[in-house]
């Protein structure tokens, strides 16, 4: 017989397949269903307008059977067929050519890139199978052809016998090459029914599969033998196609351990139909806690991409927006090709808008949440707020009126997370700011001598204990027009304060040669010594001129590469606090007193902050010289 040659493009296709190197080759099974289940799709359209035919759900199926001594796996299907003609034109030649054109011949070579990311459909048989035969009979059609092909060389077509309209894909497995390659796994009927699961549970039309089982022997009570038994394996009606109103909550809780989405029991979940410019199902999920690998490298965001109920990408990144990467889930939609590539599905306008509509939804979801559920709300915080804030610092802000009114702070009130909207609704007429205070922990940012004059007017303070916290506030700017302020900045914007600077430049006035005094022993430590405005009971604080405050410091630090980012640090003392009248006197009467009791209040105020101190032998050296 004669053999026919491929047209190039799916010669070099083929001749990929069949030298894949590619670890995920299970996948041909996938395209071949699939394929399949179009087939039965096609029939299904024509009994819409063909007033000639019925259909009849029952008759329409995919069946799969394994020969293992001949090493045979069969897909069958009822679906529509091919007749000589199509045989020829749709296996004979790649029918998305551009497809292959749109890869770079580098990325192409290996395969890895080309399977990864584009349907291949039919050639895909090839990795597994040494000979592919078809076998179909096209609706219309009284004659049944046969397909042959043992590789890129080429393929016959011949006459076959077939009584029923449909396709049989005869895959001759190839045989294990040592070690390497295992092909014998594609003859077990229970892993070619948990590809089946994986992929194509979801295909509309019944996938059926003969599946030894053991059972009972008839009149016995021990004795076992091996039946064979068809059943259908796949689930057929995905929960996102079902009905909200038909669902528990056990539903939407079991789908998400199904499909190991997390171990945790999702806080929540969104089942969303649209069916409108696009059409698609999703279910999204809010996890409770965080994924054991979500601050590391191995961390992929994404969510489940199908396209009518075929599963084409398992974590598609371009679904959710950074911020939200903790939603787990997936996204159905009927209007996304089975073939799109990663590269089309970057810039595919479909994609864009359902990833915008979810984006929406997870929104609104969390607010709903935020303010409904609270306690609810506030372990998703726990475990993703940092997320949020995260993702109000990057991208130059460009988030920030999304997520704004989804953070939260730990506040001075009660010490309870408090949003920035509560926050506002309840600031005093005269608060100019919304002041905020930076520290390691709580109980130590409760101690800091700079929160006492906010403090004693009753302000309330939120307490940043994250590093991202204060990056974030400096993107936010302000909030419901108020700026964030830092209880250690030079302006505080208190209602008395100017008399309180005034107070305060008078005392430093008149005090001039002692300040000069102190600022000169510290030089190069501190860019000014003030008296303070904002001290109590408290003798020193630092507090900070210009931008970097004293806890970006420390952050840009313990960066690699931190060219030494300081911020301007000013020692601020209390002028009515007792250790003052000691410096003064230190200042008439003993210069070394005073350089003594200088550098111990500079370090003081260092350890106040958890900045660490300089020369800590020096320090507790000098505390010694005090005691004795
Ligand atoms: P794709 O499915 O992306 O078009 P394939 O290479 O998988 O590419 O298949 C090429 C064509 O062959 C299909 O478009 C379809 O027309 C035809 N075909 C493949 N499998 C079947 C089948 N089981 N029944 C009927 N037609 C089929």
């Not at 948990?194 to 039309?205: G, L, M, Q």
């Not at 507090?543 to 300081?566: F, R, Y």
């Not at 200088?598 to 260092?606: F, G």
């Amino acid at each position: 017989m004669e053999k026919k040659l491929f047209q190039a493009e799916s010669k070099r296709l083929l001749e990929m397949m069949i030298h894949s190197i590619y670890s995920n080759k299970e996948i041909f099974l996938r395209e071949l269903i699939s394929n399949s289940s179009d087939a039965i799709d096609k029939i299904y359209y024509r009994t819409l307008t063909d007033d000639s035919l019925t259909f009849n759900q029952d008759d329409y199926y995919i069946k799969l059977s394994i020969d293992k001594d001949n090493r045979i796996l069969k897909v069958e299907d009822t679906g529509i067929g091919m007749t000589k003609e199509e045989l020829e034109e749709n296996l004979g030649t790649i029918a998305q050519s551009g497809s292959l054109a749109f890869k770079s011949e580098n990325e192409i070579k290996d395969g890895h890139d080309i399977i990864g990311q584009f349907g291949v459909g039919f050639y895909s048989a090839f990795m597994v199978a040494d000979k592919v035969t078809v076998i179909s009979k096209a609706l219309d059609s009284n004659e049944a052809y046969k397909w042959e092909s043992s590789g890129a060389d080429g393929y016959t077509i011949e006459p076959a016998t077939k009584e029923t309209v449909g396709t049989e894909i005869i895959l001759t497995i190839k045989e294990n090459e040592e070690e390497e390659e295992n092909y014998d796994e594609f003859l077990e009927e229970y892993r070619i029914q948990s590809i089946i699961k994986k992929y194509s549970d979801f295909i509309r039309y019944p996938i059926k599969m003969d599946v030894t089982e053991s059972k009972l022997k008839e009149g016995t009570e021990d004795e076992y033998e091996q039946i064979k038994e068809e059943k259908t394996i796949n689930s057929m009606i995905p929960i996102w196609r079902r009905n909200k109103n038909e669902l528990t909550e056990a539903d939407y809780e079991n789908f998400y351990t199904e499909k190991r989405y997390g171990f945790d029991k999702p806080l929540a979940h969104i089942h969303t139909s649209v069916d409108g410019a696009i059409r698609y199902n999703a279910i999204l999920y809010i996890p409770e806690k965080l994924p054991f690998d979500y601050y590391s490298k191995e961390f992929e965001k994404g969510l489940e991409l199908y396209s009518s109920g075929v599963l084409i990408m398992e974590k598609c990144p371009e679904l959710l927006p950074d911020y939200f990467s903790f939603v787990k889930g997936m996204v159905d939609s009927e209007d996304l090709s089975l073939n799109i590539s990663r590269e089309i599905l970057q810039q595919d306008r479909q994609l864009k808008r359902i990833a915008n509509n979810i984006e929406k939804k997870i929104k609104t979801e969390l607010q709903n949440m935020l303010k409904n559920d609270r306690d609810k709300y506030e372990t998703f915080y726990e475990s993703f707020g940092r997320q949020l804030k995260f993702g109000v610092y990057s991208d130059y802000g460009m988030h920030k009126e999304v997520l704004q009114d989804l953070l939260m702070f730990v506040s001075s009130k009660e010490k309870k997370l408090v949003t920035l909207e509560e926050y506002v609704s309840r600031m005093p007429e005269e608060q100019k700011y919304i002041y905020y205070a930076s520290g390691d922990s709580i109980a130590r940012i409760e101690k800091l001598p700079q929160t006492e004059i906010l403090r004693e007017k009753g302000y309330e303070i939120l307490y940043f204990t994250e590093d991202v916290d204060e990056f974030a506030i400096k993107m936010l700017m302000n909030y419901k027009e108020k700026e964030f302020r830092s209880v250690a900045s030079g302006d505080l914007g208190l209602e008395d304060q100017e008399q309180n600077e005034k107070e305060a430049s008078e005392e430093t006035e008149e005090n001039k040669e002692l300040f000069e005094a102190l600022k000169e022993i510290l030089s190069g430590k501190v860019k000014d010594v003030r008296a303070s405005k904002r001290l109590r009971t408290h003798p020193v604080c630092l507090s900070t001129d210009g931008e970097i405050t004293i806890e970006m410091e420390k952050i840009l630090q313990a960066m690699p590469d931190n060219q030494n980012v300081q911020a301007e640090k000013i020692l601020e003392i209390n002028t009515n606090h007792e250790v003052f009248q000691s410096l003064k006197s230190a200042f008439e009467t003993d210069k070394d007193k005073l350089n003594l009791y200088t550098n111990l209040l500079y370090n003081q105020a260092l350890l106040i902050e958890g900045l660490p101190v300089q020369d800590p032998v020096e320090f507790t050296n000098d505390i010694c010289k005090v005691m004795v």
